[in-house]
Every structure is written in structure tokens, then in C-alpha cells.
């Protein structure tokens, strides 16, 4: 996936209602690229055979 450009992360910020000044978007825009770039490691991890456990029962069980 290629990095997000500048007008698609005004669009984004748009549709949830936020307006970053000029001066601030370079870094928002540069922030982002940079969030998704690190999940993108996630892929790599073999998670598909595990079960997904809740947080709650953990911490009742006192391993939390």
C-alpha cells in the first residue's frame, strides 16, 4: 500500500470533523504514514490458530 497523500488525510480528517492547519498536516500526514507502516507488521504474526481470550476473564483469575 502506497503512503497516504496529503488531500487523502484532509478527506479523513474531514469526514470525522477535523480541520489541521498547513502548518500541522505535514506532521499529521507523516505520523499516519508512519502508524501504518509499523501495524503492517502485524500481518506476519500467526494468530489464526489461537483463540481469542477476553481481557476481563484474565484479570479475575488474578494473571493480570
Known sequence: ???????????????????VPEPDLTE????????VDSLKG???LD???VEPVPVQSLRRQGHA
Not at 479523513?12 to 477535523?18: M, S, T
Not at 499529521?28 to 502508524?35: D, F, I, K, S
Open 47 to 49: 494468530v489464526y490458530h
Open 28 to 35: 499529521v500526514v507523516h505520523r499516519l504514514n508512519a502508524l
Open 42 to 44: 502485524l500481518d506476519a
Open 1 to 19: 500500500m502506497a503512503d497516504l497523500t496529503k488531500a487523502e488525510v484532509v478527506s479523513l480528517l474531514a469526514l470525522h470533523g477535523y480541520d
